[in-house]
């Protein structure tokens, strides 16, 4: 062992340890469940990926065979826009860990950060549909696509001049065979539900049911959306609005945002973002459907020649941005809405200015009577001690009222006790009422950044 990797080391004990037929030589990423390593086959010097689950979490039952499920599933899968897992297991000291084939490049999101990929977007979308279709195919769904987990590596005979990749099954789901009900993912039992809020499907968001292979559907239209425009259809920096968003609201137009877009590819991006299921293609479907579109109209360049950059500011509703959350709720959600059985907002009507007319009579009324009351208080004389008005009834003697007729105002001097007064109570209302939270900052999104964007949310829900 060298001096750095002695020193890197004692940073973290992972490093120079040999787990199977492979010694980890540096740590390339940490994520919510495991950290992944660079490693050496220790006699072939192959090169080798090794994902280790986290201390803490390799003595949960639940959390190892989660993860023994990413490598169970990858395992059956073969296609080159899937990465390949070599072997699983765990070490004598009780780490759990994957194996897998080493992928040099970088991932879509680094790369979106410098390129813009308008012109190659399709061909990367085939791809990764390509092998999703693959992974459908053996009832294995992801439910955790974005931009993070993809993997672009350099391929020169591609049309992209790069191959993606697929990572991380980490939470993936293996469907019972012939689309048969799994009992054990029934709505009604607490599980868990882990997601990148961005890039949810409703359903996953709603957990009305366990996904299926329609909710990937749905995460890839997102990443589409992404590539042909900069930016993802709903962004912002809170989870729950951004649960919201996904269920219930409709996102901007695509073809409003990048005119030049076929109309064939716009419409098929708005299907993948259906909110119900079943109006959304296969996965296989979309592999079809894509050899029928010939390009997006658009050319590969530098980040700032996303289309996000340069109309940032183009489409507004009184000075709110259309995309933002705030823009898309003013937009489509201005009329009373109802709950439906499904737990779906359904718009009942549009508001009307009459409507208003009741809400300014009643302010009106209620400022004249302040005024009356602040005008006759201000007339009577002061009288100390000084009467608190509580919503608390107390037993109290009963109090001298000064003379009207008394100049000055004051109590006769007849010996008797001046009135009580008792603490002041608050409104009992008032007091049960949360605080509340702290905003984030806002700001103009970039890929990562917001918390939607890069944070896996994890509720218990249902497994």
Not at 183 to 194: F, H, K, V, Y
Not at 307 to 318: E, G, K, M, N
Not at 393 to 414: E, K, L, R
Request: proline fraction near 7%; charge should be positive.
């Amino acid at each position: 062992m060298d001096s750095v990797e002695a020193t890197n080391s004692q940073q973290d004990p992972m490093l120079g340890r040999t787990l199977s037929q492979y010694r980890i030589v540096r740590k390339i990423a940490q994520g919510g469940m495991g950290a992944v390593y660079e490693a050496k086959h220790v006699e072939s010097g192959i090169r080798a990926a090794v994902k280790v689950l986290l201390p803490e979490l390799s003595s949960r039952a639940d959390a190892v065979s989660r993860f023994f499920t990413e490598a169970r599933a990858t395992s059956m899968l073969e296609h080159e826009s899937l990465v390949k897992i070599l072997e699983h297991g765990k070490s004598p000291d009780g780490e759990a860990f994957i194996i897998m084939e080493y992928v040099e490049g970088e991932s879509l999101r680094q790369a979106q950060e410098k390129k813009f990929f308008g012109g190659s977007a399709l061909a990367l979308l085939k791809q990764m549909a390509a092998g999703l279709a693959v992974a459908h195919g053996k009832r294995i769904i992801h439910r955790d696509l974005k931009p993070e987990n993809i993997m672009l590596i350099p391929e020169p005979s591609s049309v992209a001049r790069v191959r993606a990749k697929i990572l991380d099954f980490g939470i993936a789901k293996m469907l019972p065979d012939g689309g048969a009900k799994d009992s054990s993912n029934a709505a009604t039992r607490t599980g868990t539900l882990i997601g990148t809020p961005m890039y949810m499907s409703p359903e996953q968001c709603r957990a009305s049911a366990p996904p299926d292979e329609k909710t990937d559907v749905y995460s890839l239209g997102i990443i589409l959306y992404e590539m042909l425009y900069g930016e993802p259809p709903f962004t912002s920096e809170s989870a729950g609005e951004l649960f919201a968003l996904q269920m219930f609201a409709d996102p901007p137009r695509l073809k409003q945002r990048v005119p030049v877009i076929p109309d064939k590819l716009d419409e098929l991006v708005h299907r993948l973002l259906a909110k119900q299921p079943a109006t959304r293609p296969t996965m296989a479907e979309l592999v079809a459907e894509l050899e029928g579109i010939p390009g997006t109209g658009l050319q590969d360049g530098a980040a700032q020649d996303r289309p996000s950059v340069a109309s940032s500011r183009a489409h507004t509703i009184d000075g709110e941005e259309v995309g933002t959350t705030s823009g898309i709720i003013r937009a489509q959600f201005t009329g009373t809405t109802r709950n439906t059985e499904r737990g779906e907002l359904v718009r009942a009507g549009t508001t009307k200015k009459g409507s208003l007319l009741p809400i300014i009579l009643s302010a009106t009324f209620v400022i004249a009577v302040m005024v009356v009351l602040f005008t006759l208080r201000s007339r009577q004389p002061v009288v100390p001690p000084k009467v608190v008005t509580t919503a608390v009834q107390q037993p109290t003697p009963v109090a001298f009222v000064p003379d009207a007729g008394t100049a000055n105002g004051s109590t006769p001097s007849t010996g008797s006790s001046p009135i009580p007064t008792t603490p002041e109570v608050g409104d009992p209302a008032a007091s049960g009422r949360h605080g509340k939270g702290g905003k984030s900052g806002k700001g103009a999104h970039k890929p990562g950044k917001s918390a939607g964007a890069s944070n896996k949310i994890q509720v218990d829900l249902w497994k």
